[in-house]
Each structure stands twice: as structure tokens, then as C-alpha cells.
């Protein structure tokens, strides 16, 4: 009989344009090309679905977030790999997903520390533009805190990690046991 992996969930949270989505999808691509089949609960696809009637208010930011940290421990329970991209600015709400997840396997958390000012530079969205104008009044990292992780796993920050170490080292924290970062 062949040996089962456990399952894993791999949770990115960094500030918006940290680099989430982008990581996400080339780690996704290189376990699909291993035959890896991975559940990805990226944001803004879980708030178009799952969550489409909450906000971003603390209250709903965290129940977001426990949502997530649900549907990734049943996923892990069989076995799975889930790969998380959300801002998750709280760090109970991360913690009670890591404890949801760790019923049945491991949980890495990624902390993109990625600098607010290159976040705001990158701009993906446009977001950051719309907040400054007045446009979107509560947004992490302007007028919304964003707690950074008091236990990340790993902590990288993509203005100085090239997107292929930033795969790489999530690849070795996942699959080996990698030390605690900070
Ligand atoms: N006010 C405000 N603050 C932060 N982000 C905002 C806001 N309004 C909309 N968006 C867009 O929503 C995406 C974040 O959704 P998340 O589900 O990841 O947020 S959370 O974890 O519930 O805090 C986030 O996606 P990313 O840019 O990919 O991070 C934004 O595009
Ligand atoms: N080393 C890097 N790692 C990840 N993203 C990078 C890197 N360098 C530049 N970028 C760019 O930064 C942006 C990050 O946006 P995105 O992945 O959508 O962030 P998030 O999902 O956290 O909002 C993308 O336009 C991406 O091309």
C-alpha cells in the first residue's frame, strides 16, 4: 500500500498587490504539473461565492476568514492541498484558521511583508488610487490596519524575492519541515 501524504494548506496574507495572487498561481501551476490537485480559496473568488453578501468590516473580514479556515481543514481532513490568498488582516481570525486546519494536518502561513509603498506602487487594481481619492473609505494598509503574523512560517517580501525562490521556499516548507520564520 502507498504511503498517504497528509494534507496541507498553504495561507498567503500580505496587504493588497503583496503578491498573493501572483504566488499562488505559479505554485499552483508547478504542483498541477506534478499531477498535485490543489483547492485554491483566493480572496476575491471566496467573496464572489462563499461570501458575497459580507464586507470588509472586522466583523466580516474574520467571519471570511473562519469560512476559509473551514473549508480548508475539510479539504485537508481527506488528504488535500489548499493553497489560501487572502488579506486576513487579523491575527485571531489567522489563528483560528490554523486551528481549524490543524485538526487534520499542517498549516503554513506565508506573510507577505511586502512594503505598503510598493503595494501602493504596484497599484494592480487600481484600489490603492481610489482609496487616496476618497473613493473606497476603509482599505488595509491606508486607513484599515493590517496586524503582521506573530508566527509565520515563512515571511518573504516580494519587492527583494524573485517569484521563483518565493515558489521555492513555500515548496520546502510545505513538503519538509521547515523552521519557524521570525
Ligand atoms: N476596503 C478594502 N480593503 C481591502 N481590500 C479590498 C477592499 N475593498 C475591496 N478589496 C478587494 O478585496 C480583496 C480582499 O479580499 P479578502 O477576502 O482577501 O479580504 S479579507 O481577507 O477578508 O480581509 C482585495 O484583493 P487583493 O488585492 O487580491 O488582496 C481587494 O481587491
Ligand atoms: N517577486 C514578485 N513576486 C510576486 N509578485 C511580483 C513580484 N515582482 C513583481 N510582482 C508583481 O506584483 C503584483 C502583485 O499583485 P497580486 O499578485 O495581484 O497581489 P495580491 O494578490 O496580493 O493583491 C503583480 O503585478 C506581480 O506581477
Redesign the pocket.
Known amino acids: 500500500m502507498s504511503e498517504k501524504r497528509p494534507g496541507v494548506t498553504v495561507f498567503l496574507?500580505?496587504?493588497?498587490?503583496?503578491g498573493?495572487?501572483t504566488i499562488t498561481d505559479a505554485l499552483v501551476a508547478e504542483l498541477a504539473a506534478e499531477g498535485r490537485p490543489v483547492t485554491v480559496l483566493?480572496?476575491?473568488v471566496?467573496?464572489a461565492h462563499l461570501?458575497s453578501e459580507?464586507s470588509?468590516s472586522k466583523e466580516?473580514?474574520?467571519l471570511?476568514?473562519r469560512r476559509?479556515g473551514w473549508v480548508a481543514g475539510e479539504v485537508v481532513k481527506h488528504g488535500g492541498t489548499v493553497v489560501v490568498?487572502?488579506?486576513?488582516?487579523?491575527e485571531a481570525?489567522r489563528e483560528e484558521a490554523r486551528a481549524l486546519v490543524e485538526e487534520h494536518g499542517r498549516f503554513v502561513l506565508v506573510h507577505l511583508s511586502t512594503p505598503l509603498e510598493v503595494c501602493e506602487d504596484r497599484d494592480?487594481?487600481g484600489?490603492y488610487a481610489k482609496?487616496r481619492a476618497g473613493e473606497?473609505?476603509?482599505?488595509?494598509?491606508l486607513?484599515?490596519p493590517y496586524e503582521p503574523p506573530a508566527r509565520a512560517e515563512l515571511v518573504i517580501d516580494t519587492s527583494v524575492t524573485p517569484l521563483a525562490e518565493s515558489v521555492a521556499r513555500i515548496r520546502s516548507a510545505m513538503d519538509g519541515a521547515a523552521p519557524p520564520a521570525g
Open positions: 496574507t500580505g496587504l493588497s498587490g503583496a498573493k495572487s483566493d480572496g476575491d471566496v467573496r461570501s459580507l470588509f466580516h473580514r474574520d471570511n476568514i476559509i490568498a487572502a488579506i486576513a488582516p487579523y481570525a494592480v487594481k484600489l482609496a473606497i473609505p476603509v482599505f488595509t494598509g486607513s484599515d
